[in-house]
């Protein structure tokens, strides 16, 4: 028998929003007007098509700038302070969730029974709060 926890969804971060951490943090480091993208990918070395697929909805989502162009790039649209890791969760992932127990595609018959649930739950939580005291800045 297969333990309830190895079907549970545990991850927290995705790579979109890794990538998005990186990218931000980069940008906010560099302390200059515009970052092209050719030098994020340079210094991140990062798959192209991913990270151009991130710019575009930090830029759509107004947490970057963008200027177009041959000098064009990116500048954050808010300060490093005021960009929280749980808001860019929300962007590339959605909520956070720890408890989504599937059973070969379908919902788990003792999701009201389970009893590790709650211990997920709460610890779902817990982590949700800690990200929403993590800024761009407190990283940096």
């Known amino acids: 028998m297969i333990p309830i926890w190895y079907h549970l969804n545990m991850e927290l971060i995705t790579r979109n929003t890794d990538y998005a951490v ?28 991913f990270m151009r697929k991130v710019l575009q909805i930090l830029q759509k989502e107004k947490f970057l700038i963008s200027v177009k162009g041959h000098n064009g790039g990116f500048s954050l649209a808010k300060k490093p302070d005021k960009i929280f ?13 720890l408890t989504g127990c599937l059973l070969n595609k379908e919902i788990c018959p003792n999701i009201r029974v389970c009893p590790i649930r709650k211990k997920i739950k709460r610890i779902e939580k817990f982590a949700v709060n800690e990200f929403k005291g993590v800024t761009i800045g407190s990283l940096l």
Request: with cysteine.
């Open 85 to 97: 890791i749980s808001d860019l969760i929300k962007v590339f992932q959605g909520e956070i969730c």
């Open 22 to 49: 990186r990218a931000l943090l980069y940008i906010a480091k560099a302390n200059k007007d515009l970052v092209s993208t050719a030098e994020l990918n340079a210094q991140l070395n990062l798959p192209r098509p």
